[in-house]
């Protein structure tokens, strides 16, 4: 009994000063910024962390601009961005005595989506536009039937919607009467259970759903890689300086180009740098 | 000896004290505990007009409720919620409509018609309704209910219709009937009686007839609508309405029954005449929590409505998407910037405020109504 108590005593002593130095020896590394992106550095963090347990990466999402922000006052280590920072942003950090590195990880398509049934192949990229400001609201003037169209947009908070905002939409309003959901699932379950939709999702959310030719391009990855396709973007990471080759930090930014880190960009649905 | 037990049974001044003490003590401990449930809502509403309030400056204040621009994310942003507003009150009229008549048609039917073993076994089945998580209510609503209305909605609606209407109708025509007969001469009271159900029974018929091929020639474009919205709001708020009825209809007892019964009444006449008007307000204080309950709903509305914030074209087009403040709320948070305080932030609180001061006032309306239901059957 008395010896059991002893014991216990000690593995519970021995576990706390491991586990302090744990603490201790553990490199930290504090990622910040986009939610289009950080599905990536969560997919990044936890492959890194289960190769190296002394590594403890924390990913927050809160916006490209408080990843911009983090890299300025240099509270976090990693920025992740669906945009390039601006340039005030960069001349804030330069004045700061910053130097702001920008890796860019992947690259993210958006297809616009109909349902199967639709025989629209083909729009233009004002088409697009015109349907979700509200000025095309009929599927006959675009060539197809005499058919209603029910415009799908994803909720205002997601990066797809801002990659769709910033590329086709711009500084237009979309219209009112536009539905919104709050996942890419979301989208294609929606149009591809209404005749009249139309959506758009990230590459990877095609199936059962007709992906339309933006200007007689196909959503694919090639074209995304070969920025032939007009709805697309890169994707961020920035950090303060290049980070030194061999430390965490370089290897965790650096996944991107190993063929694991290209499977897991792959995974979350967006194309992978070449 | 003696002494100590004296002293054991007399109480001492310090003792007196000390337990006087306690008592403050144990009662202060007790009053704490009672009054954070209500502190918590002081804080949350403390809380939520805090951050509401700095979006309220005089133009804010004048576009959040007149123009029906919501576009947060612009540059330059508009925060018109009218239609917004507009919409939570569509979809909570909507579930009322289909909550208040169903579940008062239940529990009448609970209370005083079905046999007592049934209604043990039926009440709470109905209020097992209330158990089911709404986002699987939300579930049914996105991947059954909108693609179903979306292939046949025009039929459903129309058969819906005939099946609410028809008997409806025919309880009407009888009662017509019976009221237009007892007019007339003994004699001839089943002449008339048969000519008016012919008649107005041909016209209603008529009525139904061509209503129901209008609806069933409807297109539904878009499933997820302020219809499926209601419709799901409903049955959800289905089991509130029934059970808080219920009990209000079980609250009259039998002595007015019975009186009625005595004076010769029928069962329906009871039912309508003496039952139903003696637990009205109890009625009306389900009907309330059963809006309440429409309208705070977050997860069906976000999944059914559509989201898109535009009054429809008439306004009481069900069949066009519409966005509530709860859904605004839920699907906004993430992105307004809070660090910045900016208008976005803030706006989802005044959002969040109208909502609170809406459910404040609907609970005290209430709350009067079961205690004047209280103090008139005492």
Redesign the interface.
Known sequence: MQTQKQLLIAGLVALTVAAAQAAGDAQKIVVDGSTTVGPIAKAFAEYYMKAHPDVNITVSESGSGNGAKGIINGSIDVGTMSRAMKTEELDAAKGKKRNPVQHIVAFDGIAAVVHPSNPVKNLSKDQLRDIYTGEINNWKKVGGPDLKIVVISRDTNSGTYETFQEKVTKSERVTDRAEYVGSNGAVRQRVQSTPGAIGYVGLAFTEGVKALTINEIEATTDNVISKKYPISRGLFMYTDGAPAAGTALADYVGLYKTADGKKLVGDQGYVPVQ | MMNSAKSSLMLSRSANRNQRLARWFGEGFLLVVTSLSMLAVLFILIFIARDALPFFSWTHFKEFFVS????????PPSFGAL?ILFGSLLVTLGAALVAIPLGLTAAVCLSDVLPFRVRQTVKPVVEMLAAIPSVAYGFFA??VF??AL?EHGGPMLAWAFWLVVTPFLALTLLVLADLAAARFAENRQNLVRGLVFALLGAMAAWGLWKTGRRLHGLEI????NALNAAIILGIMALPTMVSVAEDALQAIGRDLRMASYALGATRAETLVRVVIPAAASGILAAAILAIMRAIGETMVV??AS?????IPEPWYNLLE?V?TLTATIA??M??A?Q?AGSAHYHVLFAMALVLLLFSLACNIVSERMIARTRRRLR
């Open positions: 029906t621009a919501w576009y947060p994310t612009q540059n239609s996105l991947i909108a693609p979306q474009s878009s499933g997820t976000w999944m559509g989201n898109a914030a535009r998407p966005r699907g906004d993430g992105e910037d660090s």
